[in-house]
């Protein structure tokens, strides 16, 4: 069969590299795609917004499936455009309904469905132009930090967290009445600080059915010790240390479960991926977010302690008969760091050659902002998070090893990335 992937990242290559290795794959396109899934698909140039077009290529190409890597189209429909066309809603989708995805469009909304559903999660107050006020005095009533979330899609960088009060109400009213992020901070999420470890939980679900996948730690600010900016993600380890089979069962039964049951008692068609962003304080787990997609760099931790053949599972989300489905696990850790741009996550440039790709070992590279120079047969930097290097261990400090003595090896003008992953879950020593 012939699977279309939409998305550019190390999450669309993820998922390429894997759905390339079933037996039921004959032919894998991605779009628009990067240097990295160009090597083992076909890239097309198509913008993965414009509906229209991603329709002209289904019916050109002889597309079976269809699996939506990032959030945009999804929020903007996409399952909802196939559905209603008549030559398109007979090829299966893995992303949910527009309904489905506004569990990550609209912090407010996925709020509001925790708290409808009895999913644990922080206390919050969500705050616009006209009760902006009450905003400030909320933010009073609480103690630092304090965390300030834009409602809509801000391409993992609308979440703010201040320990001075006056700079929060300061950055409060400049999210609302300055749109700092645009149309999505127009309405703005308060919420309660939780302390703990977060942990990454995702599931495939048909809406009727779920099966879970590995867990995995991302690590998203762009300086050592997780200080700095937030990135769309610096690196990530699975499985985490510290989930057992006693802890996994108790977030199924407080917050995976209970979100499938609220889906269905909502009639919200969701067939997909579910992205559960957790915190967890003395085995009590509780949401910070959902997303509708699998998370990036967890995808490039996850797909591949994955053994058996992913594409069956997508095809049974898509058609809605997860119900026997079952999944099988590497034991084995894998560790990603991310390579990225010189400046990134604010001002960086891109076209820097990369070079030493050819120089890899026991590791997998997954593209995220790369481009192909035909003509100068190159690979350059098209993004500010431009590789993810991958690799197994038979424990974690063995993969983190074997992964920074590749990355190492890889090189393009302005190159960073961050040498401490998954440090924090190591046995610590004592001097």
Same mark, same amino acid.
């Given at each position: 069969?012939?699977?279309?992937?939409?998305?550019?990242?190390?999450?669309e290559?993820a998922?390429?590299w894997?759905?390339?290795?079933?037996?039921?794959?004959?032919?894998?396109f991605?779009? +628009?795609?990067?240097?990295?899934?160009?090597s083992?698909?076909?890239?097309?140039?198509?913008? $993965?917004?414009? %509906?229209?077009q991603?329709?002209t290529?289904?019916?050109?190409?002889?597309?079976?499936?269809?699996?939506v890597?990032?959030?945009?189209?999804?929020?903007n429909?996409?399952?909802?455009?196939?559905?209603? &066309?008549?030559?398109?809603?007979q090829?299966?989708?893995v992303?949910?309904s527009?309904?489905?995805?506004?569990l990550?469009?609209?912090?407010d909304?996925?709020?509001?469905f925790?708290?409808?559903?009895?999913?644990?999660?922080?206390?919050?107050?969500?705050?616009? *132009?006209?009760?902006?006020?009450?905003g400030?005095? %909320?933010?009073?009533s609480l103690?630092?930090?304090?965390?300030?979330?834009?409602?809509?899609l801000?391409q993992?960088?609308?979440?703010?967290?201040l320990?001075?009060?006056?700079?929060a109400?300061k950055?409060l009213?400049?999210?609302i009445t300055?749109?700092?992020?645009?149309?999505?901070?127009?309405?703005v999420?308060i919420?309660?600080?939780l302390?703990?470890?977060?942990?990454?939980?995702?599931?495939?679900?048909d809406?009727?059915?779920?099966?879970?996948l590995?867990? *995995?730690?991302?690590?998203?600010?762009?300086?050592?010790?997780?200080t700095?900016?937030?990135t769309?993600?610096?690196?990530?380890?699975?499985p985490?240390p %510290?989930?057992?089979?006693?802890m996994?069962?108790t977030?199924?039964?407080?917050? $995976? *479960? +209970?979100?499938?049951?609220?889906?269905?008692?909502?009639?919200? &068609?969701?067939k997909?991926?579910?992205?559960?962003?957790? $915190?967890?304080?003395?085995?009590?787990?509780?949401?910070?977010?959902y997303?509708?997609?699998?998370?990036?760099?967890?995808?490039?931790?996850?797909?591949?302690?994955?053994?058996?053949?992913?594409?069956?599972?997508?095809?049974?989300?898509?058609?809605?008969?997860?119900?026997?489905?079952?999944?099988?696990? &590497?034991?084995r850790?894998?560790?990603?760091? %991310?390579?990225?741009s010189?400046?990134?996550?604010?001002?960086?440039?891109?076209?820097?050659?990369?070079?030493?790709?050819?120089?890899?070992n026991?590791?997998?590279?997954?593209?995220?902002?790369?481009?192909t120079?035909?003509?100068?047969?190159? $690979?350059?930097?098209?993004?500010?998070?431009?590789?993810?290097?991958?690799?197994?261990?038979?424990?974690l400090?063995?993969?983190?090893?074997?992964?920074?003595?590749?990355?190492?090896n890889i090189?393009?003008e302005?190159?960073?990335?961050?040498n401490?992953?998954g440090?924090?879950?190591? +046995?610590?020593?004592g001097?």
């Amino acid at each position: 069969m012939n699977t279309l992937i939409l998305g550019a990242g190390g999450r669309e290559h993820a998922l390429a590299w894997k759905i390339a290795q079933s037996k039921l794959s004959d032919k894998v396109f991605v779009a +628009p795609g990067n240097a990295g899934t160009r090597s083992i698909a076909t890239n097309l140039p198509i913008v $993965i917004n414009d %509906f229209k077009q991603i329709k002209t290529a289904v019916i050109e190409h002889d597309i079976h499936l269809v699996v939506v890597g990032p959030e945009d189209p999804l929020v903007n429909g996409i399952r909802d455009f196939f559905l209603q &066309d008549k030559i398109l809603c007979q090829i299966p989708i893995v992303g949910p309904s527009k309904a489905g995805a506004m569990l990550e469009g609209s912090k407010d909304y996925a709020k509001d469905f925790m708290l409808r559903h009895q999913i644990p999660t922080a206390g919050y107050m969500t705050v616009s *132009a006209e009760n902006l006020e009450e905003g400030l005095r %909320f933010l009073d009533s609480l103690t630092p930090p304090y965390v300030l979330k834009a409602d809509g899609l801000a391409q993992g960088k609308g979440v703010i967290i201040l320990n001075d009060l006056a700079e929060a109400k300061k950055e409060l009213n400049a999210m609302i009445t300055e749109l700092r992020f645009g149309e999505a901070s127009k309405k703005v999420v308060i919420e309660e600080f939780l302390t703990g470890i977060e942990l990454s939980v995702f599931v495939l679900t048909d809406g009727q059915d779920y099966v879970i996948l590995p867990e *995995a730690k991302d690590y998203k600010r762009i300086g050592e010790g997780d200080t700095g900016l937030n990135t769309g993600g610096m690196g990530s380890v699975s499985p985490v240390p %510290f989930v057992n089979k006693a802890m996994m069962k108790t977030i199924e039964d407080a917050i $995976i *479960a +209970p979100t499938i049951a609220g889906l269905k008692k909502d009639n919200i &068609d969701y067939k997909g991926f579910i992205f559960f962003g957790l $915190i967890q304080k003395n085995g009590n787990p509780k949401v910070i977010e959902y997303n509708c997609r699998l998370g990036d760099p967890e995808t490039e931790s996850i797909i591949p302690r994955i053994q058996s053949d992913l594409l069956p599972l997508l095809i049974n989300t898509a058609i809605g008969n997860l119900k026997n489905s079952k999944i099988t696990l &590497d034991d084995r850790c894998t560790a990603t760091v %991310f390579l990225v741009s010189g400046g990134y996550p604010e001002k960086y440039e891109k076209g820097k050659v990369i070079t030493g790709l050819e120089n890899m070992n026991n590791c997998i590279v997954f593209h995220a902002g790369t481009a192909t120079d035909i003509e100068k047969n190159t $690979i350059k930097t098209n993004g500010g998070r431009v590789l993810a290097v991958t690799s197994y261990g038979y424990t974690l400090a063995e993969a983190l090893q074997n992964t920074y003595m590749n990355a190492g090896n890889i090189h393009f003008e302005g190159r960073y990335f961050r040498n401490d992953i998954g440090n924090d879950l190591q +046995p610590q020593t004592g001097s």
